[in-house]
């Protein structure tokens, strides 16, 4: 059964950084584009980035581009979203999602989601 | 500028059914979408794409209680036989070049 596996929760200080990552299973990674999605506690779900690892192709949100890096490492099928100079409205769950690559690019598998905490 | 837009909320009876709404901004009304359910306290899951000429895709496991249709601008997803799962938050999903967008989410009340 195709999955994807987030790390686990995280409980950051001001300004400092977070790296969460995601692991496929039971499906053939580089046919696939990723993308990360937050949802703030009792928000909607919002676009971070996206990547295509298979030709390392990235894009980022434009509110997030300074300060969000999206990576994968196709030998472990793991896609990682680190963001640095968090502040408390950092605070969300953080998804991670496997895109189709072609005519339609809808989100198809959803991670489990990590807690992200931003407090001092 | 690319922006898909839902009502916040929406109510139906138990075994009723209920038709939520996503529209598309000007002159991206031949886009498809992509629907997403979120029930309590539980991460989203993917339930169909709806393209503009109606039809739509479903995956896996999503019952045939749950279809998409179109008309113009707007991609629709209709639930029947409302049962009290269905209580959840529903997204709409689209993309553009480089760009993926949600609308705000419907939030969906089975009385």
């Known amino acids: 059964q195709e999955q994807l596996m987030q790390s686990g929760a995280e409980v950051k200080t001001p300004g400092s950084s977070v790296k969460v990552s995601c692991k496929a299973s039971g499906g053939t990674f580089r046919y696939y584009a990723f993308s990360w999605v937050r949802q703030a506690p009792g928000q909607g779900l919002e676009w971070m980035g996206g990547i295509i690892p298979v030709v390392d192709t990235i894009n980022y949100a434009q509110k997030f581009q300074d300060r969000v890096t999206i990576s994968a490492d196709v030998s472990t099928s793991t896609t990682y979203m680190e963001l640095s100079s968090l502040r408390s409205e950092d605070t969300a769950v953080y998804y991670c999602?496997?895109?189709?690559?072609?005519?339609?690019?809808?989100?198809?598998?959803w991670g489990q989601g990590t807690l992200v905490t931003v407090s001092s | 500028h690319l922006v898909v837009t839902q009502s916040p909320s929406a109510s139906a009876s138990l075994g009723a059914s209920v038709k939520l709404t996503c529209t598309l901004s000007?002159?991206?009304?031949?886009?498809?979408i992509a629907w997403h359910q979120q029930q309590p306290e539980k991460g989203p899951r993917y339930l169909m794409k709806?393209?503009?000429?109606?039809?739509?895709r479903k995956g896996d496991g999503i019952p045939d209680r749950f279809s998409g249709s179109s008309s113009g601008a707007e991609r629709y997803l209709t639930i029947s036989s409302l049962q009290s799962e269905d209580e959840a938050d529903y997204y709409c999903q689209t993309w553009g070049t480089d760009v993926q967008v949600f609308g705000g989410g419907t939030k969906l009340t089975v009385l």
């Open positions: 000007s002159g991206h009304i031949d886009y498809a």
């Open positions: 999602a496997r895109v189709l690559v072609g005519p339609t690019r809808e989100f198809d598998i």
């Open positions: 709806v393209y503009n000429d109606g039809s739509h």
